[in-house]
C-alpha cells in the first residue's frame, strides 16, 4: 500500500510539473505578444502599415494558437472526457492557427518583395484594405484542413458521434485512413506553397540588390528579413513533425509516453511560438522604440505617485 501511494504521489508531482511548466510558458508568451499588441494599437504609425498589420496578425494568430493548445493540453489530465462538438471546435480554431502562421508569413515576404523589387508601385499594390483581404484570405484558407477533417468525420462516422465524449486530440477523434492522407496532402500542399514563395522572394531580392538602381541597404536588410521569415518557418514547421515522432517513439518507450508527449509539444510548439514574436519584433527598431517609450511613459507616471505618497506621509 505505501509502494501504491508513493506511485501516486510521484505521478501527481509529475502531472502537477509538466502542466505548471506548460501554462507557464504559455503565460509568458502571452504576455510579451501582449506588449506588442498594445504597442501596435498605441501609434498610428503601425496600424497604417502593411507590414506590421500583417506581423500583429502573426502575433495574435500565434497567441490564439498557444491559448488553444495549452487549453487542450490541460485538459488532456484534467477533463479526459470532452464533448465531441466541443472538442472539433477547439481542434478547428487550433488547426486554423497552426496553418496561419506560415501563410502569414509568406504574406510578409511578398510584401517585402514588393517594396524592394516594385517600390513605385508598393503604395498601390500593399494598401491596408488589401492587407486586411489578404489577412481575411489567409484565414479563410487556413481553416479548410479543420473543415475537411470535420467533414471526413462526418462521412466516415455515424452522426450520433456528436452526442458522444472523447479525449479531446485530433490523433484519437480523426483516426481514419482518410484522415491520415488528408493530413498528408494538406501539409505537403501547405508548406511546399509557402517554401516555394519564400525562395522566390529571397531570389529576386537578391538579384535587384545587385543592380545599381535600388538603395542597396534596403535590400540587404529585406534578405535579412525574408531569411528571418525562413527561419521563423522552420520553428513553426517542427510542429508538423510533432505527430511523426509520437507514431515512431511511443510505441519503443510505452513507460515514458506521456514524458515524450510533453517535451514533443514543449520543443515543437511553444518554444517555436515564444522565439517567432521576439525574431521579429525585437529586431524591428520602430517596434523596439515606441515599446521602450511606452514603458518609460508607465514609469514616469508610476514614479512620481509614489514620490508625492513619500513627501505627504513621510
Not at 173 to 189: D, F
Request: hydrophobic share 50%.
Amino acid at each position: 500500500m505505501n509502494s501504491t501511494m508513493l506511485q501516486y504521489t510521484l505521478r501527481s508531482a509529475d502531472v502537477f510539473a509538466k502542466n505548471f511548466i506548460i501554462v507557464l510558458l504559455g503565460i509568458l508568451i502571452t504576455s510579451i505578444n501582449g506588449v506588442f499588441v498594445f504597442t501596435f494599437f498605441r501609434s498610428s504609425i503601425f496600424y497604417n502599415d502593411p507590414r506590421y498589420i500583417l506581423y500583429i496578425n502573426l502575433v495574435i494568430n500565434d497567441t490564439l494558437m498557444v491559448c488553444i493548445t495549452v487549453v487542450l493540453f490541460v485538459m488532456s489530465y484534467v477533463w479526459q472526457n470532452f464533448p465531441v462538438p466541443f472538442c472539433i471546435t477547439l481542434l478547428i480554431i487550433a488547426s486554423a492557427t497552426h496553418k496561419n502562421t506560415p501563410l502569414t508569413l509568406a504574406g510578409m515576404a511578398v510584401e517585402r518583395y514588393i517594396a524592394i523589387c516594385k517600390p513605385l508601385h508598393h503604395s498601390q499594390i500593399c494598401t491596408v484594405c488589401r492587407t486586411y483581404i489578404l489577412i481575411s484570405l489567409i484565414w479563410i484558407v487556413g481553416v479548410i484542413p479543420g473543415l475537411a477533417d470535420l467533414i471526413v468525420l462526418l462521412i466516415a462516422r455515424p452522426f450520433n458521434i456528436f452526442t458522444k465524449v472523447t479525449f479531446c486530440s485530433a490523433a484519437m477523434l480523426y483516426n481514419t485512413p482518410y484522415h491520415e492522407e488528408q493530413s498528408k496532402a494538406m501539409n505537403g500542399l501547405y508548406s511546399s506553397a509557402v517554401w516555394v514563395i519564400l525562395l522566390f522572394t529571397y531570389c529576386r531580392v537578391l538579384v535587384t540588390a545587385r543592380k545599381a538602381t535600388i538603395d542597396k541597404f534596403s535590400a540587404t536588410k529585406t534578405q535579412n528579413t525574408i531569411l528571418l521569415h525562413g527561419i521563423q518557418l522552420m520553428l513553426c514547421m517542427l510542429s508538423y513533425i510533432t505527430p511523426v515522432i509520437d507514431k515512431i517513439y511511443a510505441p519503443l518507450i510505452p513507460a515514458d509516453r506521456t514524458k515524450l508527449v510533453f517535451l514533443n509539444y514543449l520543443l515543437t510548439n511553444l518554444v517555436p511560438r515564444l522565439l517567432s514574436p521576439l525574431i521579429y519584433g525585437v529586431r524591428d527598431k520602430h517596434f523596439l522604440k515606441h515599446m521602450k517609450g511606452l514603458f518609460s511613459c508607465i514609469l514616469h507616471k508610476v514614479v512620481p505617485t509614489k514620490h508625492y505618497q513619500l513627501n505627504t506621509f513621510g
